[in-house]
């Protein structure tokens, strides 16, 4: 016993005699993970974490280590959003969990499902200061949907159930377990006590209220003239796509997207009029516009979307339905609401719907679609749209594009078109920079027989560079486009148009030569011109695991048209001089 | 911060960093809160808390939101004057100075307070009622030189459930 007492204290565990029946909390942990469908872990070790490393090798789950805790969370987020399920990412306490914080804040705003598992000291030295203690609930409280301390090993297995469900339930999000050492070795019998609390809310529409509710929504959208569906991200999340391409194709009612929502309904049906917001496409702005009805799902109207509230849809009735009911209102007032599970709704709206020709609807889109276009506003994504574009051509069908932040996403979002719901993974709510290599990492590993790119900036390639390293280790077969304007290119762009072209603070330079760093990972790699990319594009095409494609971008190159901060949907510029 | 008060009742669970989770909330937004009470309902699961904040009214339809979306509160209520009865109880010091023995015994008459201690020069003064009128008896005994308060922050119920 006393044998077994020390081991135990140093992180062995014992599987003789009495102890046969019990497990370990980190044993609890893996096994209750395999039960929710856990098939991989993005992680780096710590001494913390250790008694769940040691279990994990006689675990089918498969742990992928990472070269930053920021990246491990951004490659489980990009599991998630590329698969649907919930994405895993461990680290240790301290300084590991403060590295997830920026990948679970990522996650929590694009609503993804995602369960992180930090490590942490003892229980009996919480709030001692100990070495790597930091409390990491209190940290990422405003950043999670939910967490947990486990406090003993009895409600290892309830806890983290619940984890899970709330991780994926309503609105999906993050969910952060911490998991003090001591629990992790400590061993009791599975299934010996469950967490009961009262976690369900009574804020249920009845389901006669609710049918009242789908009618009157559908009556309006009959009864206008001019109506319009903004799709958000919680159409895919809610796994409505093909019951909402069907209430479209069947009431003729043109869509426009939020960033988020991007993908979630096939872009080439005619119906599609591209993406809202600061960023969006000038046919998408002007039409919400002049719409007299919105039929708004899965959105919460974020301030990207909807520019100057006060000027938004200034002639709209607008409904709205989403999953969480704090998401309604909360940002634009609207007229009538539901608060439901997107699919049952609009399975339930179908029916309700009337077919409708709306000619002069169309009509006035169409002509619309032409002046905007003559405006040039097509042209905004310049070589590097075409650029992308281009390699969406010669990549099979369903290819997953994940896009980081700056210049680089608005043009990976405008030039992309996803053929699938999950075909454009791209953070809309943080705009977290660095974001693309891990995510592209956790996509692929997500979706192995689809290629997967990722495209950057140079700015927010450096910022997860490292990851080049798991990239190579793994053998993963991305392919990463890096656009080198040599600078903090979205930046550059707001001082020459706000700051008449007093440009600080966003020149990278051009003394890195990122082939010879990618060589250096062990990943292949190439250089292009924006102007002349065929040969890369080619020999990215053809190279079979990883590939890096470094492309040469003028540093004028920006993105148009957009709206000026503060001001409405259609005052949006076209070019430098406006 | 400007705005008026507003008064929030919340039914959340009786958990560990439930009540720091609410007022980070406020923190977050940048709202002080001017009053708080907590404690156990009839279910011991279950814990009420009692918050006035000063914030003007769209945010604090925010705020609420934001309350809404933490999964440890069940419910969250906005409390207008009308629909609920209000109370604080109050506690106040005062040393006592001989001429104003009678003013005292005069104050504590009308405004139906209690004396719970009373040493040879300190008394302890109770109040409860609602807000309004525990200013007025502060007003009242503030030059009669009041050495110390407690106060517990409003408590209140909706008059018809
Ligand atoms: C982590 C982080 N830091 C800062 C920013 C602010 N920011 C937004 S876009 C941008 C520039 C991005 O530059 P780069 O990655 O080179 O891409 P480009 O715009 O040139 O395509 C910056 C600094 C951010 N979004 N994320």
């Known amino acids: 016993m006393q044998k077994a007492a020390i081991l135990e204290k140093c992180g062995f565990f014992i599987k003789i005699g009495r102890y046969k029946m019990e497990k370990t909390g980190a044993e609890i942990i893996l096994q ?21 490393h040691d279990r994990l090798m006689e675990s089918p789950i498969k742990h992928y280590l990472m070269r930053h805790e920021q990246a491990a969370a951004h490659a489980a987020d990009g599991y998630a959003r590329a698969t649907g399920k919930v994405g895993v990412c461990l680290s240790t ?62 409600e290892v297995e309830s806890t983290l159930k619940e984890a899970f469900e709330l991780a994926r339930s309503g609105r999906p999000g993050p969910v952060l377990v911490d998991m003090p050492r001591d629990v992790l070795t400590a061993s009791c019998k599975l299934d010996s006590k469950s967490n009961n609390g009262q976690r369900s809310k009574k804020q249920h529409t009845s389901p006669k209220e609710k049918l009242e509710q789908i009618k009157q929504i559908a009556t ?75 039929l708004a799902v899965g959105t919460r109207f974020s301030d990207r979307s909807t520019s100057n509230i006060e000027e938004f849809a200034p002639l709209a009735t607008i409904a709205q339905i989403d999953i969480d009911p704090t998401s309604i209102g909360k940002n634009i007032k609207v007229d009538l609401q539901l608060i439901s599970d997107i699919r049952e ?29 003559k405006r040039g506003s097509r042209e905004g994504c310049g070589p590097a749209g075409k650029l992308i574009s281009m390699i969406q051509d010669v990549m099979p069908e369903k290819t997953t594009a994940v896009a980081d932040v700056g210049l680089n996403q608005i043009w990976t979002v405008r030039s992309w078109q996803p053929k699938t719901p999950r075909g454009l993974i791209t953070c809309g709510g943080m705009g977290t920079m660095g974001f693309s290599v891990p995510a592209a990492i956790g996509a692929k590993i ?124 259609i005052e949006m510029i076209y070019r430098r001089s406006d | 911060m400007n705005g008026e008060e507003h008064l929030i009742s919340m039914l959340v669970n009786n958990k560990p960093g439930v009540l720091s989770r609410v007022a980070g909330v406020f923190g977050r937004l940048g709202y002080n809160i001017e009053s708080l009470c907590v404690a156990a309902t009839t279910d011991p699961e279950i814990s009420k808390i009692t918050l006035v904040s000063k914030s003007n009214s769209d945010s604090t339809e925010r705020t609420k939101k934001q309350l809404e979306k933490l999964v440890d509160v069940v419910e969250v209520t906005e409390l207008g004057q009308i629909q609920s009865v209000q109370r604080e109880l109050i506690l106040i010091g005062i040393k006592l100075q001989q001429e104003h023995r009678a003013e005292i015994a005069r104050a504590v008459d009308i405004f139906g307070c209690k004396i719970i201690s009373m040493k040879s020069d300190y008394y302890i003064l ?28 409003v408590i209140a119920l909706q008059k018809d459930k």
């Open chain 1, 220 to 294: 309006y959208l009959n009864r206008a003239e001019r109506p319009i569906i903004i799709i958000g991200g919680g159409v895919k999340l809610g796994k409505a796509c093909t019951q909402l391409s069907e209430l479209i194709k069947k009431g003729r009612i043109p869509f426009v997207t939020t960033m988020m929502g991007i993908g979630s309904i096939d872009s080439s049906n005619g119906f599609n009029l591209g993406f809202i917001g600061t960023h969006g496409n000038e046919l998408a702005n002007s039409t919400i516009h002049h719409s007299d009805f919105i």
């Open chain 1, 93 to 154: 306490s301290g300084p590991g969990a403060t590295n997830m914080v920026t990948g679970i804040a990522t996650a929590y705003m694009d609503s993804t499902p995602l369960i992180a598992l930090t490590g942490q000291v003892t229980t009996n030295l919480l709030g001692s200061d100990a070495f790597q203690e930091t409390d990491i609930i209190g940290i990422t409280m405003p950043i999670t949907k939910h967490s947990f301390l486990l406090n003993d090993v009895e």
């Open chain 1, 345 to 373: 709704a609009i399975t339930e709206m179908i029916p309700l719907v009337e077919k409708k020709e709306r000619p002069e609807w169309f009509q006035r889109i169409n002509k619309e679609r032409e002046l905007s276009e």
């Open chain 1, 446 to 569: 997500g979706v192995q027989n689809q290629e997967v790119v990722a495209f950057s900036g140079d700015g927010g390639f450096y910022m997860n560079i490292q990851e080049l390293a798991t990239i190579s280790y793994y053998n993963l077969p991305v392919k990463i486009v890096v656009f080198n304007n040599g600078n903090l290119g979205m930046i550059r762009q707001l001082q020459d148009l706000f700051y008449g072209a007093r440009f600080n603070a966003c020149e990278l330079g051009n003394k890195v030569d990122m082939v010879m760093v990618a060589k250096g990972f062990g990943i292949d790699a190439g250089r292009v011109s924006v102007n002349d990319p065929e040969s890369g594009i080619e020999k990215m095409r053809k190279t079979d695991g990883p590939y890096l494609l470094e492309v040469m971008v003028d540093p004028d190159t920006y993105v148009f048209p957009l709206i000026p901060p503060g001001l409405s949907n």
């Open chain 2, 126 to 153: 109770e109040v409860v009622d609602n807000k309004e009128k525990i200013e007025t008896v502060l007003n009242y005994f503030a030059p009669l030189g009041i050495e110390e308060i407690a106060r517990t922050g």
């Open chain 1, 32 to 52: 209750t993970l395999k039960e929710e469908g856990t098939e991989v872990i993005f992680g780096y070790p710590g001494a913390n974490t250790l008694p769940i």
